[in-house]
């Protein structure tokens, strides 16, 4: 979500004709907790006759609100609240998430146990819905002790690099979205590279039970070989375009100069022994996954049109790296890179085509149902 506004907010800057300028955190997070809240309850609700210790219903209990997110929920948020400035809804806790994500997550699972055991009653789904609609009234209550109530209008007012005085009437953030930003997220496609065997190439793809509006769009992927990944990638750096991605940024990171590179440690020198997983058996063995989503702004090039590094966008400060950007060596794109948002534009027309076709639904434990889940302090 961070990632996601730090791709608009340059559209919404040279929209208003601003040098600085940022989008309220703690207002689409609001709304994420509540939406991820309620679906999680409906598939608590959904899984009623699953048994309380198999994997299905132990796996939604495990994370029931966790602070990740895929590029299809964020749409659904923009679409449902759209975005506000951050002097509208000021940072409370966006950036402080663990206390609140622990109180929240211990009251979902306790309307779990009351759901599962009304289901085990033989209660009625309408009844079930309406004590949900009571635990989400509880819900909501929290969400803004932590992290005060979204407004449902406000107005704004700027001053240009012109120095000309501009303010809007009042206005909802929806239509702050659609006036100041107008960007059709729809338009962008979620590519992942996962090369495992039991995903083909050129195939699209879903993940069961993972979402966070009910009713929303569903999380889609189009898994492509590493290479048309790149290439699509570059080619929208090129044009200007930032691409909002998802990578394993664990490993192989050095944070406080902000590299990202195999080489960047020695370990195998340091150990006297290989390590040497691909980035297959990575996937297949547990010991990678998609942990946070950054922005790529730039590309360096050699003379044969290939990439060597990229600049990134980190959403963690300017203390550490080059004022808070990371350089990612073009190896470690090849290893730990996982997915990226490109417009269609830079599609081939038979990777359009794909689109068209009925996603394969994976489980919800798949790798690449992988959402970031380490909350901040």
């Known amino acids: 979500m961070f990632a996601g506004l730090n791709a608009i907010r340059m559209i919404s800057m040279e929209k208003m004709n601003i ?99 009304m289901h085990s009653k033989g209660s009625p789904s309408e009844a ?25 209008k406000f107005t704004w007012a700027w001053r240009d690099k012109d120095n ?6 009042e206005i909802t953030p929806v239509e702050f979205y659609s006036q100041y930003v107008g960007v059709d997220l729809n338009d962008y496609i979620c590519l992942i590279n996962a090369p495992t065997k039991d995903k083909p190439y050129n195939k699209n793809y879903t993940v069961q039970y993972l979402g966070n509006v009910v009713g929303g769009q569903i999380v889609r992927y189009l898994n492509v070989d ?12 090129k044009d200007g375009e930032p691409v909002w991605f998802g990578c394993d940024v664990g490993k192989d990171f050095q944070r406080d100069h902000g590299i990202l590179d195999p080489e960047v440690y020695n370990y195998q020198l340091l150990y006297g022994t290989t390590l040497n997983l691909n980035k297959a058996e990575r996937l297949d ?36 790296g080059d004022k808070g950007y990371e350089m990612m060596t073009d190896a470690w794109f090849d290893e730990y890179l996982y997915e990226v948002t490109v417009h269609k534009k830079y599609l081939s027309d038979e990777l359009l085509a794909v689109l068209d076709t ?5 489980p919800p434990w798949d790798p690449m149902g992988a959402l970031a889940t380490s909350e901040t302090e």
């Not at 000309?164 to 009437?169: E, L």
């Not at 060597?308 to 980190?314: G, H, M, P």
């Open 19 to 117: 040098k600085q300028f940022e989008f309220s955190q703690s207002h689409l997070m609001f709304w994420d907790k509540l939406e991820k809240a309620n679906f999680f309850l409906e598939s608590i609700i959904d899984t009623g006759d699953e048994p309380l210790d198999g994997r299905l219903v132990q796996w939604l209990l495990d994370q029931p609100l966790s602070d990740g997110g895929q590029w299809d929920m964020f749409i659904n948020l923009i679409e449902k609240y759209g975005v506000v400035p951050q002097s509208v809804m000021p940072e409370t806790q966006s950036s402080s998430s663990r206390r609140m994500n622990s109180m929240v997550i211990l009251k979902l699972r306790e309307c779990a146990s009351i759901l599962r055991t």
């Open 128 to 152: 079930m819905r309406e004590a949900k609609g009571q635990m989400m009234q509880d819900v909501h209550k929290m969400l803004c002790i932590h992290l005060g109530q979204p407004p449902e």
């Open 164 to 169: 000309q005085f501009h303010r809007t009437d």
């Open 226 to 237: 590493t290479n048309t990944l790149k290439q699509a990638t570059a080619n929208m750096v």
């Open 285 to 320: 063995y547990g010991h990678s996954r998609m942990t946070h989503a950054m922005v790529l702004t730039g590309v360096d090039i050699d003379n044969n049109d290939a990439p060597t590094k990229w600049r990134v966008e980190n959403s963690w400060g300017t203390e550490h």
């Open 358 to 362: 009925e996603p394969t639904v994976l």
